[in-house]
């Protein structure tokens, strides 16, 4: 890479040491959240949505549990304006939901914003003001004073217009742009404004720390907020935010480690939408709580309905790997993973744990409404037996054999490979019946009797292309009869049969499934499946499946 040295880090460190927050372990109960999907995650879709779009997207954050939500910068369009006021005027906004609004600390816009906020039972009103090196020194070209006087006179103008407009009104401060701030004058600044708000215990005021460009590593974020929760005045009265955007990719992690290091709010939209490469995903940071057995407080137990809807309105797309959304989060291609997963599945079912800890799977898929079938275990030709053998089982009630899973699986691989694709399980299951199930040719099995005596003396017939024919044999069981009378007749030469059998389906329907394998001269096994209603029938159908199959290599 050229030009490294135009770079320098652009943060500020706090002046002090804090790290408390490296003591602890992990997060131990929900914060606030906010939703900013109709504000911050609206503003950057490429055609952002229109009022009955944005009607539809907040009844969806409602029905997900957020009691917080910005709606809007009312005095920036029309559209926004009347959002806010359908919302107010048509009693759209349950009772205990608030809504937030935002405004830069200009008189005009907070006139307007109040305007639009009359009669509203509760709403939070974010006030801001960029407060960065860049922004002072580029954009606004202002003094440390001057913008602390930008931001003490916007927040005056805050309570005289609370005052005077019909409404239940809180209030918020943001330093935007706070990661690019010396840390002892983002302090001044959110001081100055308390020190005009003067919260108190049945009045907080949030003060919301804004990563509007993130430009540390994580831990350098949660220092700077414990510094900040530490030293903000009227701090027991203060809510401290998170608004992280995830410029380096760490948005969940800084909104992680600035919960550990006191933040009690996280600002933030579904699956992380919004400008450059978004906001801190709210949906990630929620069911990595959940977890670790912590209530998130939402409810996000239908993910792929949730996304059909998120994808409808905003236009965005949810990736494959996108954590806990994504079409492929929790699928297995890898053999030895699908081994793994299939053989915790199976030990869940014997043991029936407390706690969840299936191997490669964070959390249980079903919780959150993706389902075994098709999500967890998908099939190529980098799949194993394991994952094979589970398909089959979970959707067709087949438990074969572990060799016959063996054997199955180089067929199933080969298949995949050769077509270069993936395949679902109903093709597994076809090649499952064209490959073993009661195979016909080159000999068919129509019917058999035989005694009770002690050699079961038995009478096969079979048809051997256009000749039917009876042919005997005796055993020690019926089906090692007809066994010994095959071999006798198309002059094999097998041992070992390895037999399984169990009922595909219970109830009236329920069939009997069996499966055979045989093992040749040169100690290569061949394998057969019989489906039937009867379970001798379906055995004998095993057998002529699996010597057929010898015929057919042979």
């Known amino acids: ?112 914003t109040f305007e639009a906020l009359k009669g509203a039972k509760k709403a939070v009103v974010h006030l801001y003001n960029s407060t960065s090196v860049a922004q002072r020194e580029q954009v606004f070209r202002k003094s440390k004073q001057e913008i602390i006087d930008i931001a003490v006179k916007g927040a005056k103008q805050l309570k005289q217009c609370a005052e005077e407009t019909e409404g239940n009104f809180q ?78 990719g760490t948005g969940v992690a800084d909104a992680e480690l600035g919960m550990l290091a006191g933040a009690q709010r996280v600002e933030g939209t579904l699956f992380g939408n919004g400008e450059r490469t978004g906001n801190v995903d709210i949906v990630t940071l929620a069911l990595n709580m959940y977890s670790h057995g912590v209530d998130p407080k939402l409810n996000f137990e239908n993910i792929p309905g949730l996304i059909t809807v998120y994808e409808r309105l905003t236009k965005m797309r949810v990736g494959e790997r996108h954590p806990y959304g994504g079409e492929l989060v929790f699928t297995a291609f890898s053999g030895s993973h699908q081994d793994a997963i299939a053989k ?105 009797r035989s005694t009770d005596d002690e050699d079961y003396q038995t009478i096969v017939t079979i048809r051997i292309g256009n000749e039917v024919k009876e042919i005997e044999g005796a055993g020690n069981g019926r089906l090692d009869a007809i066994s010994n009378a095959l071999q006798t007749e198309l002059g094999m030469n097998y041992t070992d049969l390895i037999y399984k059998e169990h009922a595909q389906e219970t109830g009236s329907k329920s069939q009997a499934v069996s499966y055979i394998g045989i093992t040749a001269s040169n100690g290569s096994v061949y394998w057969g499946c019989g489906i039937d209603v009867d379970i001798m029938t379906s055995s004998v159908k095993a057998l002529f499946s699996a010597v057929n199959h010898y015929s057919r290599n042979t």
């Open 1 to 112: 890479m050229k030009n490294v040295e135009k770079y320098a880090r652009g943060y500020f460190m706090q002046p002090e040491t804090s790290l408390n927050w490296t003591q602890k372990e992990y997060i131990t109960e929900a914060p606030i959240w906010c939703s900013v999907d109709l504000r911050d995650g609206n503003q950057a879709l490429i055609v952002p949505m229109n009022l009955e779009e944005k009607l539809e997207y907040f009844k969806l954050l409602v029905d997900i549990g957020f009691k917080e939500i910005e709606v809007g910068f009312p005095a920036a369009s029309e559209t926004e304006f009347t959002f806010l006021r359908t919302l107010i005027e048509q009693e759209l906004i349950p009772d205990d939901v608030t809504i937030q609004v935002l405004t830069q600390s200009r008189e005009h816009i907070i006139y307007k």
């Open 344 to 448: 915790g599945m199976k030990w869940r079912e014997e043991k029936e744990p407390q706690h969840w800890s299936v191997p490669y799977l964070l959390i249980d898929p079903k919780d959150i409404g993706r389902e075994y079938e098709g999500d967890i275990i998908r099939i190529n030709s980098q799949s194993g037996k394991g994952g094979i053998g589970y398909v089959l089982q979970l959707k067709y009630g087949l438990d074969l054999p572990a060799k016959m899973r063996e054997n199955f699986g180089y067929v199933v691989k080969n298949v995949s490979d050769q077509q270069q694709k993936e395949l679902m399980p109903d093709e597994i299951y076809d090649i499952f019946l064209k490959e073993y199930v009661n195979i016909k040719t080159p000999v068919e099995f129509i019917k058999y």
């Open 171 to 248: 209030f918020q401060y943001s330093p935007e742009s706070f990661t690019g701030t010396e840390i002892e004058f983002a302090l001044d600044i959110c001081n100055s404004v308390l020190d005009v708000w003067r919260p108190t215990a049945e009045s907080p005021v949030i003060i919301n720390l804004p990563a509007t460009v993130s430009m540390s590593m994580p831990h350098v974020y949660a220092s700077q907020i414990e510094y900040m929760s530490e030293h903000l005045n009227f701090r027991e009265h203060v809510i401290l935010s998170l608004h992280p955007h995830n410029d380096r």
